[in-house]
C-alpha cells in the first residue's frame, strides 16, 4: 500500500457542486452530513448558551419567560433530534461501515443520499419553525399543555422531526442490510470491529422506536389541529397515555445516541494501547443487550407521573439491568489498557475522558433508577447533569474523538496533534465545570427549565455557565483547525496511527470505490500482536 | 457552609432523612465504582504508558471469570439498591392512617390549596409538625407537580384525576414550594413556601384568618344548590343511592366490579356519572361538568366524608385503602 | 433492447459483488422496511386498542355507521390483488408471458379499492362524521323516546337526553373516527405508493426488464403489496365489525 496521496480519490474525483449534491459515495454524503449536522450543533450550542446567561442570574431579567422557555425547548429538539441522534451513525458510521466490511459502498446508496435530503428537509422546517417564533413545550412535548395550551407552532417542528424520522430508519435499514449481506470473504460475525456491531445495534433500535415516535407525532398533530381528545382530559383523553408513546420510542432513542459512540470507543482504544479488546464476545453481546433492555424501561421517565406503584417497581428494576451491559463495556475497555502500550494522542484523549464522564453518568443513572431517590430528583437540575454526562460527556466526546482518529482517513491531512490534545483538556474541564454543580443544585432542589430561581442557587448557577463558556471555546477550536487542515494540515500516509481494520488498508484519502476487490479476511479483529508498533513521533501532525 | 452556597437541603420530614440515607449510600457506591475504575485508568495509563523499547503486547482474549464476576457483583449490588430504593418509594407512596387532608388544584400559575376546615391559601401550605399531611391534588388546567425539596417528595397534579403526595413535617420552618412539572410562561414563578409550624401555632393560624366556611359545610351548600337530595335521598324507590357512609365504603357496581368509594370515585361519579353505575340502579344521574369546578367537587367531597361520621362538620375518619371498612351495601 | 441479453446478463449494481448478493439485501431491505411499517402501524393500533378498550360503547356505536357492504367488497377486492400480484412475481420468475397484465390487472383492483373508499369517505364526509367542529353522530336505532327519568322526550337520533352523556359520546366517537381517518388514511396512503411502484414495475416490465435471472423487483414490490393487503385485513375487522353479531 503506497503511502503516499493518491492522485485520484474519493473528493477530487469529480468537482461541482451537483457531483456532491447527486453523489451516491457514502463518502461523501458522510460529509455532506458533517456539514448539516455541524450546523444545528451550532444552532444548538447558541441556544445553550443563551440559557447559561440567563441563568447567571436569579432574576428572569435577560429574556422574556416566553422567549427563555423557547430557546431550551429549541436547544433540545434541535441537539436531540438534528445532532445526537444522526450525529455518529451519519457522519462517521456512513463513512466507515461499508469501509470496515470490505465494500464498496452501503447497500442502498441512493436511500443514503436521501436521507441526506430529508434530514436537511427536517432541519429546514425546524429552522422555519425558529424563525416564525419557535415552540416552547419543552422537547418532550407534554399534553395537555401541547395540545391544548400552547400557542407557539407545533406542526411545522412536529413534521420537521417526523421527515428527519425517516432520515434516520433509512441510515439504520442501510446500516442493517449492509452488515448482514456485504460482508467481505471471511469476515465473519465475530471478526466484525465493535463499531460494527455497535451500529447494527443501534440500527435495530432505530428501526424499532421511530416508527412508534411518527405515529406519536401524528396523533400529537392531529389532537392540536382537530382537538379530538387522544391526550386532553378535557375532552375525554389521557395525558399520561402520551407520557407513554413519547418515551417508548424516546428512551431507547437515548441509546441510539451512545452507542454508536461506544463503538469508537472501542476501536480507540485498542489502537491506542495496542491491544485487542478484552472479552470481545461480551462487549458485541453487550450493545445488543443494551438495544433489547432499552425498550423496556421506558416508564422510569414517569415515576411520578400518577403511574402505579406496581408500574414503578417494574421500570426501576429492569432501569437497573439495563446498566450492567454497559458497566460490562467499561470494565472490559478499562481492562483492555492491562498490559498495554499506552500512547496519548488525542482520540485517547477523548476515550479517557469518555471513560471517566460516562462512568459518572451512568452510575447517576443507576440513582435515577432507584425509586426513593428519583422522586426527589426527577424534574430537577439532577436529571440535567445525568443526561449531560452521558450524552456531552459520552457521545460528544467519542463523536470528537472518532473524528480526530479517522480524520487522517477522512481528508488525507493530520490535525494539530497539539491543538487536539489542548482543546480535549480544555472541552474535559469546562465540561466538568459545567455540569457538576447541576448534580448539586438538582439535589438541592433547583427545578429544570426554570427561567429564574431562588438566590441561594446562584453560586452553582454563576459556576455552571462559567464552564459552559469554556466549554464553547473547547468547541469552537477543533471546528476551525479540522477545517484549517483539509486544506493546509500536513499530509497524512495511508495509516498514521498503525490501525487494524479495514479501512486503514486503503489510500488516504481513499478511491470512490474504496477496495478494487474485496479484501480477503483471515484474521481476528484487533490483531495488534501481530504489527509493529508506529514509531515514536510517527503523528507528526 | 456559607449560607450563600448551600450543598445540601435541609431535612424538613420524617422521610427526608431516609431518602438522604439511600442516596449517600448510592454515592458512596458511584464513587467507590468510579473511583475504581478511575484509578485504574490511571494506574494503567501511567504504568503501561508506551516506551520507545516497547514490543507489540501479547494479546489476553479476556477472562470468563472474570467477565462473569463483573456482571454478577455489580448486578447484585444494583438488585440491593433497587430493593432499599422500592423500600423507601413504598413509604413515599403510603401515608399513614392519621393524616390530615389538604386539598390542592393547581392552575397556571400558581398552587391554590384549602384546608377542610375551610381556609385557604394561594401558593403557602401552612401544617402542624409531627402531623402527617396529605395533599389530594388535581389541575384545572396542564400538568404540574407539587415538589417540596425539604420533605423529598413530589408528585404531578393532573387535570382530569386526582393525586396524593404525603409528607411529616419534623421542624418547623419556611421550606420551598416548587411547581415542576414545565407548564408554560410562568412555571418557575409557579413557587411558594410550606410554613411548619408548631401545633399550637398551626391551630391558632388556623382559626384565624377571614371567617371561612369550612368545606364540608360549603359542600352541602353545593349539594343543596345542584339539587342532589332530588335523588340522592332516603325515600324508598329514590333514584340515587344513599351517601351518608358512602366514603371509603365498598361499593358494588352494575358491571359487578367492586371497589372503595375513594375521593377519585366520588369525583368521577360526579362528572362522569355513566362511568360506574351502583348495582341495582339506573345509569340516569345527569353529569355535573360545567355546573360546578374542582375547588367545588372538593367542597362535595368533605361534605360526603363528613357523612359518614353521621353528622354534617365532623372530621372523616381518613380513608384505610389498607384495611377496607365492612361492606356496605347501598340502600335500595 | 432484446429480452435475451437481459435474462443471460446478471446485472447487479456497482456496490454489490453480484446479482444473487444484490437479491438478497434487497429481499432483506425490504423485510426490513415492512418490519419498521408493522412498528408504525402497530402504533395506531396501540392507540386504536386503548381507547376502544375505554369506551366500548362510542366504539360499537360508530363502527355501525361505516358501510360493511363496502368495506367487505374492498377486501375482497384487496385480497384478489394479492392475488394477481403473486401472479405476477411468479409469472417474472419463471420468465413467462402474464408479468404485465398481471401487474395492471392488480393497479386495477387496486385503484378500484381506493375509489370505493373515496366513495365512503364522502358518504362520511354528508353524514357529518369528519372529525372537527362539526362533526354530529346520530343514532338512527333510536326514534325520539322519554328519557328514562321520564322528565323530557329526546329527539330521534341522540343517544342520551344527558347533555353531558351525550357530549362524551360524541367525543369519543370523535377518537373512533380519528382512528378510522388516520389508519385508512395512512393505509390508502400506502397504496398510492404501491400503485406508484406497481406503474414503475410495469413500464419496466414492458421493456423487458424482467426475467428468471432477475426478477427481484417485482417479488419486493409484491412483499410490499401483500404487507398492505395484510394491514387492511386487521383494519376491516376492527373498524367495521364492532359487535356486528346480528
Given at each position: 500500500m503506497?503511502?503516499?496521496t ?9 468537482y ?12 461523501r454524503?458522510a460529509?455532506?452530513?458533517?456539514a448539516?449536522?455541524?450546523?444545528m450543533f451550532?444552532v ?5 448558551a443563551m440559557?447559561?446567561l ?5 432574576a428572569?431579567d435577560?429574556?422574556q419567560a416566553?422567549?427563555?422557555?423557547k430557546?431550551?425547548t429549541?436547544?433540545g ?6 445532532f ?6 451519519a ?10 466490511i470490505?465494500?464498496?459502498d452501503?447497500?442502498?446508496p ?5 436521507s441526506?435530503?430529508?434530514f ?8 422555519f419553525?425558529?424563525?416564525?417564533g419557535?415552540?416552547d413545550?419543552?422537547?418532550?412535548f ?6 391544548t ?13 417526523f ?7 433509512l ?28 451500529h ?10 421511530t416508527?412508534?415516535?411518527a405515529i ?10 382537530f382537538?379530538l ?6 375532552l375525554?383523553?389521557?395525558p ?9 420510542y424516546s428512551?431507547?432513542?437515548?441509546y441510539?445516541m451512545?452507542?454508536?459512540?461506544m ?11 495496542r ?10 453481546a453487550?450493545?445488543?443487550a ?31 439491568l ?6 460490562v ?28 464522564l460516562?462512568?459518572?453518568g451512568g ?10 431517590i ?10 440535567v ?7 456531552v ?16 482517513k ?19 474541564v ?5 455540569f ?5 443544585l ?11 430561581y431562588p438566590?441561594?442557587f446562584?453560586v ?5 455557565t462559567?464552564?459552559?463558556s ?6 469552537l ?7 484549517w487542515?483539509?486544506?493546509d494540515?500536513?499530509?497524512?500516509s495511508s ?5 487494524t481494520g479495514l479501512e ?15 479484501p480477503r ?12 508498533i ?7 501532525g | 457552609?456559607?449560607?450563600?452556597l ?19 449510600a448510592t454515592?458512596?457506591l ?11 485508568l490511571?494506574?494503567?495509563?501511567i504504568k ?7 514490543k ?16 454478577v ?8 439498591t ?5 423500600d ?8 399513614p392512617d392519621?393524616?390530615m ?7 397556571r400559575?400558581m ?9 385557604r ?6 401544617v ?5 399531611v396529605?395533599?389530594n391534588m388535581?389541575s ?5 407537580s407539587?415538589?417540596v425539596p ?11 384525576r386526582?393525586t396524593?403526595?404525603?409528607f ?5 420552618g ?11 410562561t410562568?412555571?418557575s414563578?409557579m413557587?411558594?413556601?410550606v410554613?411548619?409550624?408548631e401545633?399550637e401555632?398551626?391551630?391558632a393560624?388556623?382559626?384565624g384568618g ?10 352541602e ?31 358494588k357496581?352494575?358491571s359487578?366490579?367492586?371497589?372503595i ?8 361519579s360526579?362528572?362522569?356519572p355513566?362511568?360506574?353505575v351502583?348495582?341495582?340502579?339506573q ?9 360546578v ?7 362535595l ?5 363528613s ?5 354534617a362538620?365532623e372530621?372523616?375518619?381518613e380513608?384505610?385503602p ?11 | 433492447m432484446?429480452?435475451?441479453s437481459?435474462a443471460a ?6 456496490q ?12 432483506l431491505g425490504m ?5 419498521t411499517e408493522?412498528?408504525f402501524?402497530?402504533g395506531l393500533?396501540?392507540?386504536?386498542t386503548?381507547?376502544r378498550?375505554?369506551?366500548p ?11 360493511v ?12 390483488s ?13 420468465g413467462g ?26 358518504h ?6 369528519i372529525p ?13 323516546h ?5 322528565d ?8 342520551s337526553?344527558d347533555?353531558g ?17 388516520a ?12 400503485l406508484?411502484l ?18 427481484t423487483?417485482v417479488e ?7 404487507f398492505v393487503?395484510?394491514v ?15
Amino acid at each position: 500500500m503506497s503511502d503516499r496521496t493518491p492522485a485520484t480519490h474519493y473528493l477530487n474525483v469529480s468537482y461541482g457542486i451537483r457531483s456532491w449534491l447527486f453523489t451516491r459515495d457514502h463518502k461523501r454524503i458522510a460529509l455532506l452530513y458533517l456539514a448539516s449536522v455541524t450546523l444545528m450543533f451550532l444552532v444548538g450550542g447558541s441556544f445553550a448558551a443563551m440559557v447559561r446567561l440567563e441563568l447567571l442570574t436569579p432574576a428572569g431579567d435577560l429574556f422574556q419567560a416566553d422567549t427563555y422557555n423557547k430557546i431550551f425547548t429549541l436547544h433540545g429538539i434541535v441537539m436531540v433530534f438534528f445532532f445526537l441522534i444522526p450525529g455518529i451513525p451519519a457522519v462517521l458510521g456512513n463513512f466507515l461501515v461499508p469501509m470496515m466490511i470490505g465494500a464498496k459502498d452501503l447497500a442502498f446508496p441512493r436511500l443514503n443520499l436521501l436521507s441526506w435530503y430529508l434530514f436537511n428537509l427536517g432541519a429546514l422546517f425546524t429552522l422555519f419553525n425558529i424563525v416564525i417564533g419557535g415552540v416552547d413545550t419543552g422537547w418532550t412535548f407534554y399534553t395537555p399543555y401541547s395540545t391544548t395550551w400552547t400557542t407557539t407552532n407545533i406542526v411545522p417542528v412536529a413534521l420537521g422531526i417526523f421527515v428527519t424520522g425517516f432520515s434516520s430508519i433509512l441510515t439504520g435499514l442501510n446500516f442493517i442490510v449492509t452488515i448482514h449481506k456485504m460482508r467481505a470473504p471471511g469476515l465473519t460475525w465475530f471478526r466484525l470491529p465493535l463499531f460494527i456491531w455497535a451500529h447494527y445495534a443501534t440500527s435495530v433500535i432505530i428501526m424499532l422506536g421511530t416508527p412508534v415516535l411518527a405515529i406519536t407525532i401524528v396523533l400529537l398533530a392531529l389532537e392540536r389541529v382537530f382537538h379530538l381528545g387522544f391526550f386532553d382530559p378535557a375532552l375525554g383523553g389521557d395525558p399520561v397515555l402520551f407520557q407513554h408513546f413519547f418515551w417508548f420510542y424516546s428512551h431507547p432513542a437515548v441509546y441510539i445516541m451512545i452507542l454508536p459512540a461506544m463503538g469508537v470507543i472501542s476501536e480507540i482504544v485498542t489502537c491506542f494501547s495496542r491491544k485487542r479488546i478484552y472479552g470481545y464476545p461480551f462487549v458485541a453481546a453487550s450493545s445488543l443487550a443494551i438495544a433489547l433492555l432499552g425498550f423496556l424501561v421506558w416508564g422510569h421517565h414517569m415515576f411520578v407521573s400518577s403511574q402505579s406503584v406496581f408500574a414503578g417497581l417494574v421500570f426501576s428494576v429492569l432501569s437497573f439491568l439495563v446498566a450492567i451491559p454497559s458497566a460490562v463495556k467499561v470494565f472490559n475497555w478499562t481492562a483492555t489498557l492491562y498490559k498495554g502500550s499506552i500512547s496519548f494522542e488525542t482520540p485517547m484523549l477523548y476515550v479517557f475522558g469518555f471513560l471517566g464522564l460516562f462512568t459518572i453518568g451512568g452510575l447517576t443513572g443507576l440513582m435515577l433508577a432507584c425509586l426513593g431517590i428519583d422522586v426527589h430528583v426527577h424534574d430537577t437540575y439532577f436529571i440535567v447533569a445525568h443526561f449531560h454526562y452521558i450524552m456531552v460527556g459520552g457521545t460528544v466526546m467519542g463523536y470528537l474523538g472518532g473524528l480526530h482518529f479517522w480524520w487522517p482517513k477522512i481528508s488525507g491531512r493530520l490535525y494539530p496533534e497539539g491543538w487536539g490534545r489542548l482543546s480535549a483538556l480544555i472541552i474535559f474541564v469546562g465540561f466538568n465545570l459545567t455540569f457538576f454543580p447541576q448534580f448539586i443544585l438538582g439535589y438541592l432542589g433547583m427545578p429544570r427549565r426554570y427561567h429564574a430561581y431562588p438566590e441561594e442557587f446562584q453560586v452553582l448557577n454563576v459556576m455552571s455557565t462559567a464552564g459552559a463558556s469554556i466549554l464553547g471555546v473547547g468547541y469552537l477550536i477543533p471546528l476551525v483547525y479540522l477545517v484549517w487542515c483539509m486544506r493546509d494540515g500536513k499530509v497524512a500516509s495511508s495509516n498514521p496511527f498503525g490501525a487494524t481494520g479495514l479501512e486503514w488498508q486503503t489510500p488516504a484519502p481513499p478511491p470512490t470505490e474504496n477496495f478494487p476487490s474485496p479484501p480477503r479476511v483471515t484474521e481476528e479483529a484487533y490483531a495488534y500482536d501481530k504489527i509493529p508498533i508506529p514509531g515514536g513521533g510517527a503523528y507528526a501532525g | 457552609m456559607r449560607p450563600d452556597l448551600p450543598l445540601f437541603p435541609v431535612q424538613g420530614s420524617a422521610e427526608a432523612g431516609q431518602v438522604d440515607l439511600l442516596f449517600l449510600a448510592t454515592v458512596g457506591l458511584s464513587l467507590f465504582f468510579a473511583l475504581l475504575v478511575s484509578s485504574l485508568l490511571l494506574a494503567f495509563a501511567i504504568k503501561y504508558r508506551r516506551r520507545p523499547t516497547d514490543k507489540p503486547p501479547a494479546p489476553i482474549q479476556g477472562s470468563h471469570a472474570l467477565e462473569i464476576a463483573w456482571m454478577v457483583v455489580p448486578l447484585i449490588l444494583a438488585m440491593a439498591t433497587f430493593v432499599w430504593g422500592a423500600d423507601v418509594y413504598f413509604r413515599l407512596n403510603r401515608p399513614p392512617d392519621d393524616t390530615m387532608t389538604v386539598n390542592v388544584v393547581g392552575k397556571r400559575w400558581m398552587w391554590k390549596l384549602q384546608h377542610p376546615s375551610g381556609r385557604r391559601e394561594i401558593n403557602e401550605l401552612h401544617v402542624p409538625v409531627g402531623t402527617p399531611v396529605r395533599l389530594n391534588m388535581t389541575s384545572e388546567d396542564v400538568i404540574h407537580s407539587f415538589f417540596v425539596p425539604a420533605f423529598r417528595v413530589k408528585a404531578d397534579a393532573l387535570p382530569g384525576r386526582y393525586t396524593t403526595v404525603w409528607f411529616k413535617a419534623t421542624r418547623p420552618g419556611r421550606y420551598h414550594l416548587f411547581c415542576a412539572e414545565y407548564c408554560g410562561t410562568q412555571h418557575s414563578g409557579m413557587i411558594g413556601w410550606v410554613e411548619a409550624m408548631e401545633p399550637e401555632a398551626f391551630q391558632a393560624w388556623l382559626a384565624g384568618g377571614p371567617a371561612e366556611v369550612s368545606m364540608a359545610a360549603a359542600g352541602e351548600r353545593l349539594f343543596n344548590d345542584l339539587g342532589c337530595v332530588a335523588c340522592h335521598n332516603p325515600n324508598s324507590g329514590a333514584r340515587g343511592p344513599r351517601l351518608d357512609r358512602l366514603y371509603g365504603s365498598q361499593v358494588k357496581l352494575a358491571s359487578g366490579e367492586g371497589l372503595i368509594a375513594d375521593e377519585a370515585y366520588l369525583r368521577e361519579s360526579i362528572l362522569y356519572p355513566a362511568a360506574k353505575v351502583t348495582a341495582g340502579y339506573q345509569p340516569v344521574m345527569p353529569t355535573f361538568r360545567g355546573l360546578v369546578n374542582e375547588e367545588g367537587v372538593l367542597e362535595l367531597i368533605e361534605y360526603l366524608k363528613s357523612r359518614v361520621a353521621g353528622q354534617a362538620g365532623e372530621p372523616a375518619p381518613e380513608l384505610r385503602p389498607a384495611a377496607p371498612p365492612p361492606e356496605r351495601k347501598p340502600q335500595p | 433492447m432484446p429480452a435475451e441479453s437481459h435474462a443471460a446478463a446478471a446485472i447487479h449494481a456497482h456496490q454489490f459483488e453480484d446479482a444473487e448478493q444484490q437479491r438478497d439485501a434487497v429481499t432483506l431491505g425490504m423485510w426490513a422496511f415492512l418490519l419498521t411499517e408493522v412498528l408504525f402501524f402497530g402504533g395506531l393500533f396501540t392507540a386504536y386498542t386503548i381507547y376502544r378498550w375505554s369506551f366500548p360503547a362510542a366504539f360499537a356505536l360508530s363502527s355501525h355507521h361505516l358501510d360493511v357492504l363496502l368495506g367487505g367488497v374492498n377486501t375482497v377486492i384487496l385480497i384478489g390483488s394479492s392475488l394477481t400480484m403473486a401472479l405476477a412475481v411468479h409469472a417474472a420468475q419463471v420468465g413467462g408471458r402474464g408479468v404485465v397484465g398481471y401487474l395492471l390487472l392488480t393497479m386495477l383492483l387496486g385503484s378500484a379499492f381506493l375509489g370505493i373508499k373515496a366513495v365512503e369517505y364522502d358518504h362520511k364526509f354528508a353524514e357529518r362524521l369528519i372529525p372537527g367542529a362539526s362533526f354530529l353522530m346520530r343514532d338512527e336505532s333510536r326514534p325520539a323516546h322519554l328519557d328514562p327519568a321520564g322528565d323530557a322526550v329526546v329527539a330521534a337520533g341522540i343517544a342520551s337526553a344527558d347533555p353531558g352523556v351525550e357530549a362524551d359520546l360524541q367525543h369519543h366517537a370523535q377518537i373512533f373516527f380519528s382512528l378510522y381517518f388516520a389508519m385508512t388514511g395512512m393505509h390508502a396512503l400506502h397504496m398510492v405508493v404501491g400503485l406508484g411502484l406497481l406503474a414503475w414495475l410495469v413500464l419496466a416490465a414492458r421493456r423487458g426488464r424482467f426475467s428468471p435471472a432477475y426478477s427481484t423487483p417485482v417479488e419486493i414490490v409484491g412483499l410490499y403489496w401483500h404487507f398492505v393487503d395484510i394491514v387492511w385485513i386487521f383494519l376491516f375487522p376492527l373498524l367495521y365489525l364492532i359487535d356486528r353479531h346480528a
